[in-house]
């Protein structure tokens, strides 16, 4: 019997789904077996090494986001919709206010909010992330730091985390330390995969969502609810919905392709998927196919 790290609740190791992770039975989160793995390390290595390859640009990004764009929005037009009211909704509620966006990643939406006056800082944990950000966009290089959320030593009105919680193993910790660097009536603003309610039976073998050893914790609509009670979070706003990306890169699972960076470039020369006819197909056949997880756009409030 392993603990749930969200609830508490002690649970068996479920022979309905991968070994790797094991499904709270209370709060229905899935989190990452510690038999297998001891720590988060292994997200620092990866991200190191994911940002300092040089075959990822902008031709590429911008090829694949009109791609996902237009399917999206033929697929279930109100996904590119609500991506673009979350990001307006975004803009409104940090409007001058001190923002800090923990794992900035390439440092798009970073530099985005830079670009428009805000007054915002980026935290990461890949050295290669940060020294790419800063020989990117050197009038900024002073905004970015190499970290974690543990060597923040202020405050801000605003903490922002997109595909950054689901990689963290102590949940309750992490949150706490989120809701201690905010002010007054602060929000933290993130973005997740979530266990999709309909589909709790299904085994997830093929879901990119469960990527062992990366992502270390599954919240489900429940546990999300019982962390921000248990924190002491109020609930701002949370919102999830089925998501074309989840679709594909769970085709590049049953294909073979186990590596994310491989979705991230479709020119990428690997095996099974030689060239960009085969990643057109991939996004032709995702259509048809059933998502998992969902993405889920939530926000919380320092009620303190």
Not at 100 to 122: H, S
Not at 133 to 157: A, C, H, M, S, W
Not at 163 to 170: P, S
Request: glycine letters at 4%; charged letters at 25%; aromatic letters at 18%.
């Amino acid at each position: 019997m392993i603990r749930c790290p969200i609830c508490g609740v002690a649970t068996q190791i479920s022979e309905n789904f991968k070994k790797d992770y094991i499904l709270c039975q209370n709060c229905f989160c899935f989190f990452i077996n510690k038999s297998h793995i001891d720590d988060e390390t292994e997200n620092k290595r990866y991200f190191d090494n994911f940002y300092s390859l040089n075959f990822y640009n902008d031709k590429f990004k911008v090829m694949i986001g009109k791609i996902f764009k237009t399917i999206d929005y033929l697929l279930k037009f109100y996904n590119t919709y609500n991506f673009k009211n979350f990001e307006q909704k975004i803009l409104r509620l940090i409007n001058d206010k001190k923002i800090l966006e923990i794992g900035f990643g390439e440092g798009d939406f970073l530099k985005k909010i830079l670009d428009k006056g805000y007054n915002a800082y980026g935290l990461e944990i890949s050295s290669s992330a940060v020294e790419k950000f800063k020989q990117k966009y050197p009038e900024y290089k002073e905004r970015v730091f190499l970290g974690n959320i543990d060597t923040v030593n202020e405050n801000y009105d605003v903490i922002i985390a997109r595909a950054v919680v689901e990689h963290i193993d102590e949940q309750i910790a992490f949150f706490k330390n989120i809701k201690n660097k905010l002010n007054k009536k602060g929000l933290f603003i993130f973005s997740i995969p979530i266990t999709n309610k309909a589909k709790r039976n299904i085994k997830y073998e093929c879901d990119i969502n469960f990527w062992f050893p990366y992502h270390r914790v599954i919240h489900s609509e429940d546990s999300i609810k019982l962390l921000a009670n248990k924190v002491g979070f109020k609930i701002f706003y949370i919102h999830n919905y089925d998501y074309f990306d989840y679709r594909l890169m769970n085709l590049y699972l049953k294909n073979g392709i186990r590596d994310i960076a491989f979705y991230r470039n479709p020119y990428f020369k690997v095996n099974g998927f030689p060239n960009t006819n085969t990643f057109l197909l991939l996004c032709f056949k995702a259509l048809f196919i059933n998502s998992y997880t969902l993405y889920a756009n939530i926000i919380f409030q320092n009620e303190n």
